[in-house]
């Protein structure tokens, strides 16, 4: 039987209204693959010969089956005849038919769609272009199905800009088509135009047509799918061509390699002016690129119609910056595209800039919904859709006010869930009071002709000149007795890594011998399960006063088995001695120190979430009653997380954290006799974020620490206890509200290690969070206390970051100049070099060029340590041989630990201080420093958690710059008394007592020989 396109339209799909999935669909992947050149074959049997052709057949017709036909056979008599050798692929009879019936009768539709149809087969494709623009456009049918072959073939062969014209001239005289609007969308999609791709979308829900990736590209609209190998063909294909080139600047976005992207889009522009997603994608760029010389011309080159454009409007918001227009023009942006999570999250944060809480949580409740909404559809497999997930989607899409959507996804789940029409009827007012704001606010949008008032006198930033600066980093683990490599578990039976093989090892920096010496602990992994183990333990090396270390784990009684992750330290019981406190995938242990060099484990509370997968953890009293607590930063959970590897296009590879369920994290309150009680529930600890690093500090410097976890591919949580002092714990996350949650964008990003430091000099803690590979990391300023804004575009570290994939990281003023600088460990999760990513990758240091702006150590002067390529986890921050310079000891995956000391050359000075709680929990996790220097006052914390799975020597290490004199300090101690100290020397360490009204200096460093027990106040309590 031969279809028309009426029974295409029929048969093909549902009809508008019908449920829009039945089962089994392509994935995405499949879609993208099916652009490719070598596809055409099966394309044309899938599509062409079923759908496409033969429109004349009648069952009167198929008489003329042999020969070449009669003489005077008609025209309709011999495209009939050349139909059926069609059908029984006797192409050359086929074609001479056809040539017969359009002699006899030029431009017969019939005649000329079998002989369209016959040239593509024998893949003469120019001549089938011919024959299908040859069909009068009288004859519809045959006229809409010659388009939509022109289309197939010419997306085939890479004329894209060509094959969608012919989708267009289809889809006008045949709207309700399916397969045009699939086909439109996939092409925009590709070509960089997810905005021009939503309208045939809606298009698809519409008729009830979508397929779950049809639904998943509508939920993340600006998720960028990726065939450059298929838009390279079609650049050469078709050099004049913008639609390749703008596809290939979409990829090098999303990679974020903004200069290739920009050159690629003024090319772009330049072809083709109204090409308006091109445009703001260009503005985007120069931004990104901090181009400001550029900006005049980019919006000089803008056509009129660009200022209705949504997208150009949030380009603009960036390029304004911290001026006031800034927050309209985001508010017009999302004024005319009501689900740009982007410019919603923006201006919901310029609203609490201006203490507008009330209007800005109206926003900010919309932009973490659809963040919450495209985290969860990137889990699901349009192949195999996860049916709780698909339910989660349409109750999320509800809350939005997008009701057929929820329906469609719901459909794909098969089940109708109970919606009260109160939900429904709240939906649709929320959206509608979030509508009268953005259109309210978006009324003072600057007027077009002001905005150029912007670009005068505007120029980009000069980058501070490192050159002068000798600085490095020297790896000298093997040289002063570290050995030590983690161990994953490999399965050699296997291809790719399980979820657990990533993650790596922490470190921890301590003393815990109290010679005045920092010591190393590294946590170790073990063959999985890791029940009976004793091949692949934990290892302590003792410092020897700087002399070197000595592995000493045997003679502890540290006899750590379990799989290990991170570490954290800390004074549990106030005996002025650290602790150990190891988070394992499983049960995690605490070792308490006995003074003597061994350690006691002692027992934790069992059930619960005390089996969970524990990534990094902390030591901190978290209630104010001067007793150390502990928290678990648990990851994900499910029955096949140890053993489930997932497909990609590269084969078996790690899965992502979206195809497990995330595991809640846990409390355990010390009761101060011994014993820790888990208050996870009443305390209000999140059910789940799917943690992987966490730092107390007091965020909003009112005495009391927060906690910040950083959580993977879900919103960030910042705990706020909202408990009076030494009550049991009340937490509320108020990481939305304090511009924590998100990054820039207000987008959830994989977000690992953390990094707690005054970056910009203005009295309080920011925050640096390293992210996934193509995500920035991400830089929190706070701008006044509890607030803060992810300034890593502006501040030179987005653009460095892309193409990394960041784990641990510090603050250490490397040059001791007073600038806190950054360093980052990278690294892979397994080998996914098909996608253009490093495996092992180059760790990263960032100087601080002040006012936390940063420059990355150019290439010309990386060496040692920052001259190579490792896969870098756990990194903690000590100054190991006390020569007043900040080193740092990063674990590997794959090869040995490192212990990275600084061999910067500086004739700069620096101050190093241990704070002593009394009335406080020992540890003072919490307190602040102030020093006053050059007219600044800058701040100093003391933290825990440290990151990820990593644990910094509890010491302040300040750089005080070329200035030799004495300084003065104030003490902040957490239960809000203020102590002020004057006439510290330079280059020289305090210990600063709670409640002592003179600091204790610290015998001078007397290297290879360790000193007695510290007998001063600073030890006693």
Known sequence: MVETVSDWQRGGFPARGAPAYSGKTASVCADVNFLRAEAVSRMLDRRLLLLLVCLIVAAGALWFTSGNGDSNASADELAAAAANRLSERDFEAAAELARAAITRQPGHPQALLVAGEVATRMQRFEEALTHYGAIPSEATEAWLTGQLGSGEILRTIGRLSRAEEAYQRASAVAPDLPLLHERLALLQRVTGRPRAARSHLRELLALGASRPEHLAWLADPFRVLSPVEYLQQCRTAAPNDPLPLQGLAAVAMSRGEFAEAAELLREVVRRKPDALEAQAALGRCLWELDARDDYA?????????????????????????????????????????????????????????????????????????????????????????????????????????????????????????????????????????????????????????????????????????????????????????????????????????????????????FDYDRDGWPDLYFTQGANWPPEGNTAFLDRLFRNRAGGGFQQVTDGTRIAETGYSQGVATGDINNDGLADLYVANFGRNRLFVNNGDGTFDELTLPAGGRNELWTTSCLIADLNGDGLPDLYDVNYVTGDDVTSRICETSAGPRVCTP??????????????????????????????????????????????????????????????????????????????????????????????????????????????????????????????????????????????????????????????????????VANGDLDDFSHEGRAFRMRPQLFMNTGDGRFEELPESLRSGYFDGEVRGRGLARLDWNRDGRGDFAVSHLDEPSALATNRTATANHFLALRLVGTKSARDAIGARVTILSKDRQRTYELTAGDGYQASNERQLLIGLGAEGESVGITVYWPDGTVWAFDGLQPDTGYAIVEGATVPFRLPPVERGRARPQLTTPAASR
């Open 658 to 823: 979206q195809a497990f369920p995330p595991a809640p994290d846990r409390l355990l309150i010390n009761r101060g006799d011994g014993s820790f009680k888990d208050v996870s529930d009443e305390a209000g600890v999140p059910r789940g974020g799917r943690g992987l690093g966490i730092v107390a500090f007091d965020f909003d410097a009112d005495g009391a620490c927060e906690l910040f976890v950083a959580n993977d591919a879900m919103q960030n949580f910042l705990l706020d206890n909202t408990a009076g002092a030494g009550e049991s714990p009340r937490f509320e996350d108020v990481a939305l509200v304090s511009g924590l949650a998100f990054g820039a964008d207000g987008e959830a990003q994989a977000c690992m290690g953390v990094a707690a430091a005054d970056f910009d000099a203005d009295g309080v803690t920011d925050l640096f969070v390293t992210n996934y590979f193509n995500e920035s990391n991400t830089l929190y300023l706070q701008q006044s206390p509890g607030l803060a804004l992810d300034l890593a575009a502006s501040r030179g570290l987005r653009a460095p970051s892309m193409p990394l994939l960041g784990f641990g990281t510090q603050a250490i003023d490397v040059d001791l100049d007073g600038e806190d600088d950054l360093v």
């Open 297 to 509: 011309a980019w919006f000089s080159g803008l056509p009129e119609s660009a200022a209705g454009h949504p997208d150009i409007w949030f380009a603009l918001g960036l390029i304004a910056g911290q001026r006031e227009e800034a927050a309209a023009c985001f508010a017009e942006c999302a004024r005319q595209d009501v689900e740009h999570r982007s410019a919603l999250h923006r201006f919901a944060i310029a609203l609490l800039e201006r203490n507008d809480e009330a209007t800005a949580a109206t926003a900010m409740q919309r932009a973490e919904r659809l963040a919450r909404l495209e985290s969860l559809v990137a889990g699901i497999r349009p192949e195999q859709p996860n049916v709780q997930a698909c339910v989660e989607a349409g109750h999320l899409l509800v809350e939005l006010a997008r009701f057929e959507e929820a329906v469609a996804w719901w459909q794909v789940a098969g089940t109708e869930p109970e919606i009260d029409r109160r939900t429904v009827d709240a939906a649709a007012e929320a959206a509608g009071v979030l509508q009268d704001l953005l259109t309210r606010s978006a009324g003072s949008k600057p007027a077009w002709q002001d905005i150029r008032g912007w670009f005068r006198g505007e120029t980009g930033t000069t980058p501070e000149i490192l050159a002068s600066r000798d600085i490095r980093f020297e790896d000298e683990a093997a040289r002063h007795g570290i050995d030590f490599t983690y161990f994953e578990s490999p399965d050699p039976t296997t291809e790719g890594r399980r979820m657990f093989e990533f993650t790596g090892g922490g470190v921890a920096a």
